[in-house]
């Protein structure tokens, strides 16, 4: 930027007669600009200023100016502002400076006017202005602004304002008296913030220079808010599907109320109207800051099937402007609600022959859903006797009657539990337990765990020893259960069994009166009743067969051989005879029972085991070598029968043997030796006597029998003969026709033995053991037993 500079140059005398030179150059000269040529001005010689000091004073704080000797010129050392040597904007602004020259001394006074030039723009002290405009304010209101400056003077200054384009507002220019100018904002047309919140306007100041220079400032206005627009709602008319039970807390929708004022004005607080019902109330929630419905108690279809609410919103302005909305909610219907069942009236208590179709109770169903959801139906949940009925008048009532014949003792209770079933999605369904009773009637007859009892009693047993238990079982209840036991009265050989055995009438215990002998009677076979109390009474009876268990109570009996005169028994045999030759045979007999009674033989007492053998078996004695010279004449033979008890029971026989040098017939050929003697000798009467006494009891104890069987009671129908008690009385008609046979048999064989010289003698031995019979010849004293002569029969 060129910078013309117009120097002028004028004396003045001072009225103290010194003169001042001044001169006039533009502000802001380039650094070595010549302002003036001093010396040719002030007259001085450039020669004879080499040798003279020269100063130059200048009255401020830079130094703006100096002076050079050789040229004689006054020129810029340092830019000049105007506006910083003369802030106060004096209409002339002067720069004072002394040159000096010494030897002589001579001073000129100076002064340098500095003219302004549009060097700076202007300005506003604050490039943002914020003014709070009231949207209630009328147009024609003035709002003051602040003022430029510009530091240049004269044309260079501020010499108008302008507003960028506005609708609403413009500005007025006044000069105070001391020139200034002060703008003024004017609203020109009402305000409307809802329309528009802040006005951004820009106010420019222009100087009068060349070139025009400008500033300029941002004038922002805001609208301030009058509570003027009333909160809105985004439609006035809500409706809303939910479906019931929906959980608490649950958020239904949130409304939004809208407010174009500001602040407080826009602050908007939601309630119900006093439209909205208390019910309502209790079931839906309203956020008054947020507008948020939620729910807060049970939505129930069956209590209400929608709700009205009825909404406002409210601002919080000095003057509260509301706007309402209405919000229906409409409810659906769900599966919900459980089928309920009423009992109407029920029999707890029936007895157990209560008839088939009887009814046991009246049962109602309902439930509060519709629809499908409130269809219902009755079932019994398993399978028991008793069946539902509907009602033909009222389709939602039930008869539960008895469908079978019911059986206390196969079941005394029922539980009855009913369900009830709706038809919605998923179904619903709810159940009742009625509980049914059976009395008890006596129906059932006594059971005895066992049709047949078998009871072992050993012999030889204590009078009022416990036989057995025989309780029966009556599954009935109370007095129809309690039972009383008898034994039903049977004689057996003119004893009753009552004589015989005892039970003990309430818990069936059976003892025996008397000591049984298994070798008298072997078993027992009688009927055991039990009667219960009821009414009237039922009983059943049972088969006791009471068998006795043989001892080992008898120890055996020698039967041979025999002697009159004792256990001690003298034999001769021949000093020759053979090798392995029978010399006796022991024969014992024991009353027990088979496995006691099995006898085995040996010897007791026997002086040399060499020569005789004994069978432990059959008891027979045999030469195991021939006699020699060297044994003794006589030898003791001791033999002991043992049994098979436990303890084992034995009994003993001595045989003294001689041995003779004559001849003596062999053991075998002695049986059929001829009698030489009379038939009717001593011994032979009194066997014929004994005999004829045997055979007169024995017939009359069967004419006895006979008598005792025809008179003997019949059995009761309740209790027929068993079969055991049949076959033991056929066995005893056996057994005494036994016995009738035997003694025929025995006496003809006593005439034919006799009639043969021979003497027959008939050993009894104990019953059901086998009978001897021993052919002894006449004039003998060795006792003969032969298999071939001996006749058994079991008894």
């Known amino acids: 930027m060129e910078i013309w500079t117009a120097v002028f140059v004028w004396t003045a005398v001072w009225p103290s007669a010194l003169s001042v030179t001044r001169y006039s150059i533009a502000e802001e000269m380039e650094r070595g600009s010549v302002v003036a040529n001093l010396a040719a001005d002030l007259g001085l010689e450039l020669g004879g200023l080499a040798q003279r000091e020269v100063k130059l004073d200048i009255f401020t704080n830079k130094k703006y100016l100096d002076f050079n000797k050789k040229t004689g010129e006054?020129?810029?050392?340092?830019?000049?502002?105007?506006?910083?040597?003369?802030?106060?904007?004096?209409a002339s602004c002067f720069l004072k400076l002394d040159l000096i020259i010494e030897s002589p001394l001579r001073i000129f006074n100076i002064e340098l006017g500095i003219t302004d030039i549009n060097d700076n723009a202007p300005h506003f002290r604050r490039d943002r202005v914020e003014l709070d405009v009231s949207e209630s304010a009328t147009p024609g209101e003035r709002f003051s602004l602040p003022n430029a400056v510009d530091p240049d003077v004269g044309v260079n200054t501020i010499k108008t304002y302008k507003l960028s384009t506005s609708d609403h507002f413009t500005i007025e220019i006044q000069t105070g008296s001391d020139g200034t100018q002060y703008v003024d904002l004017v609203l020109t047309k009402s305000l409307d913030r809802e329309e528009r919140v802040v006005h951004n306007l820009i106010l420019a100041a222009e100087d009068g220079g060349?070139?025009?220079?400008?500033?300029?400032?941002?004038?922002?206005?805001?609208?301030?808010?009058?509570?003027?627009?009333?909160?809105?709602?985004?439609?006035?008319?809500?409706?809303?599907?939910?479906?019931?039970?929906?959980?608490?807390?649950?958020?239904?929708?949130?409304?939004?109320?809208?407010?174009?004022?500001?602040?407080?004005?826009?602050?908007?607080?939601?309630?119900?109207?006093?439209?909205?019902?208390?019910?309502?109330?209790?079931?839906?929630?309203?956020?008054?800051?947020?507008?948020?419905?939620t729910i807060k108690g049970i939505i129930d279809y069956e209590d209400m099937k929608f709700y009205e609410m009825y909404i406002e919103a409210k601002d919080k302005?000095?003057?509260?402007l509301l706007g309402q909305c209405k919000v229906v909610v409409h409810v659906t219907d769900m599966n919900d609600n459980y089928p309920e069942i009423t009992v109407q009236s029920v029999k707890n208590t029936v007895a157990e022959n209560i008839p088939v179709g009887s009814v046991i109770a009246l049962v109602g169903i309902s439930d509060r859903d519709t629809g499908d959801n409130g269809k219902v139906s009755l079932s019994v949940k398993e399978n028991m006797p008793f069946i539902l009925n509907k009602s033909s008048d009222k389709p939602t009532h039930y008869k539960l009657i008895v469908s079978e014949h019911l059986d206390r003792e196969q079941v005394s209770e029922y539980l009855i539990t009913l369900v009830v079933t709706d038809a919605g999605t998923p179904p619903l369904s709810d159940n009742e337990t009625i509980s049914v009773h059976l009395l008890d009637v006596n129906d059932n007859v006594p059971q005895f765990p066992q049709?047949?009892?078998?009871?072992?009693?050993?012999?030889?047993?204590?009078?009022?020893?416990?036989?057995?238990?025989?309780?029966?079982?009556?599954?009935?209840?109370?007095?129809?259960?309690?039972?009383?036991?008898?034994?039903?009265?049977?004689?057996?050989?003119?004893?009753?069994?009552?004589?015989?055995?005892?039970?003990?009438?309430?818990n069936g215990n059976l003892y025996a009166l008397k000591t049984f002998d298994y070798e008298i009677e072997k078993d027992f076979v009688f009927h055991i009743e039990a009667r219960d109390s009821g009414s009237p009474p039922?009983?059943?009876?049972?088969?006791?067969?009471?068998?006795?268990?043989?001892?080992?109570?008898?120890?055996?009996s020698i039967v041979s051989p025999w002697c009159e005169r004792g256990s001690v028994v003298e034999e001769k045999i021949p000093r020759s005879t053979d090798k392995g030759s029978?010399?006796?045979?022991?024969?014992?007999?024991?009353?027990?029972?088979?496995?006691?009674?099995?006898?085995?033989?040996?010897?007791?007492?026997?002086?040399?085991?060499?020569?005789?053998?004994?069978?432990?078996?059959?008891?027979?004695?045999?030469?195991?070598?021939?006699?020699?010279?060297?044994?003794?004449?006589?030898?003791?033979?001791?033999?002991?029968?043992?049994?098979?008890?436990?303890?084992?029971?034995?009994?003993?026989?001595?045989?003294?043997?001689?041995?003779?040098?004559?001849?003596?017939?062999?053991?075998?050929?002695?049986?059929?030796?001829?009698?030489?003697?009379?038939?009717?000798?001593?011994?032979?009467?009194?066997?014929?006597i004994g005999l004829?006494?045997?055979?007169?009891?024995?017939?009359?104890?069967?004419?006895?029998?006979?008598?005792?069987?025809?008179?003997?009671?019949?059995?009761?129908?309740?209790?027929?003969?068993?079969?055991?008690?049949?076959?033991?009385?056929?066995?005893?008609?056996?057994?005494?026709?036994?016995?009738?046979?035997?003694?025929?048999?025995?006496?003809?064989?006593?005439?034919?033995?006799?009639?043969?010289?021979?003497?027959?003698?008939?050993?009894?031995?104990?019953?059901?053991s086998r009978y001897i019979v021993s052919s002894i010849p006449r004039g003998t004293g060795l006792s003969e037993t032969s298999d071939s002569a001996a006749s058994t029969l079991q008894v």
């Not at 302005?317 to 509260?320: A, D, I, L």
């Not at 029971?649 to 009379?678: F, G, H, P, R």
Request: charged share 20%; with cysteine.
């Open 74 to 90: 006054l020129y810029i050392l340092e830019k000049i502002d105007r506006e910083y040597l003369c802030p106060a904007k004096p």
């Open 210 to 293: 060349v070139p025009e220079r400008s500033g300029t400032a941002n004038i922002i206005v805001r609208v301030q808010d009058t509570n003027d627009n009333p909160p809105r709602f985004e439609q006035p008319f809500y409706t809303i599907n939910m479906t019931e039970n929906i959980p608490i807390g649950t958020s239904v929708m949130k409304l939004n109320a809208t407010d174009l004022d500001e602040g407080e004005n826009s602050e908007i607080i939601y309630s119900f109207t006093l439209y909205t019902s208390e019910k309502t109330q209790d079931v839906f929630a309203l956020n008054r800051d947020t507008g948020e419905v």
């Open 317 to 320: 302005g000095e003057h509260p």
């Open 451 to 506: 049709s047949f009892y078998t009871i072992r009693v050993m012999e030889n047993n204590a009078p009022g020893a416990l036989l057995s238990s025989l309780t029966a079982f009556d599954p009935d209840l109370h007095e129809n259960q309690y039972l009383v036991y008898f034994i039903l009265e049977k004689e057996i050989a003119n004893t009753s069994m009552s004589m015989l055995f005892s039970i003990n009438p309430e």
């Open 538 to 556: 039922l009983s059943s009876n049972v088969t006791v067969h009471i068998i006795i268990v043989d001892q080992n109570d008898n120890a055996p």
């Open 582 to 688: 029978l010399v006796a045979k022991v024969i014992a007999l024991d009353k027990d029972s088979v496995h006691n009674s099995r006898i085995t033989y040996q010897f007791l007492q026997l002086a040399d085991a060499s020569l005789f053998s004994l069978d432990q078996y059959n008891g027979e004695i045999r030469t195991m070598r021939m006699f020699s010279y060297k044994d003794p004449r006589h030898h003791r033979l001791v033999v002991v029968a043992k049994d098979n008890g436990e303890p084992a029971l034995s009994a003993t026989v001595t045989i003294k043997l001689l041995t003779v040098e004559t001849a003596v017939k062999a053991y075998s050929d002695m049986t059929e030796m001829s009698l030489e003697y009379d038939v009717f000798s001593d011994i032979n009467l009194y066997l014929v």
């Open 692 to 768: 004829g006494s045997v055979s007169f009891l024995l017939l009359i104890t069967i004419l006895v029998t006979i008598v005792l069987k025809c008179q003997k009671v019949k059995p009761s129908k309740s209790a027929p003969p068993s079969r055991n008690s049949v076959i033991s009385e056929r066995n005893s008609t056996i057994a005494d026709s036994t016995l009738v046979s035997n003694d025929a048999y025995w006496y003809s064989l006593f005439l034919a033995e006799t009639r043969k010289g021979k003497l027959v003698v008939r050993q009894p031995v104990p019953k059901g």
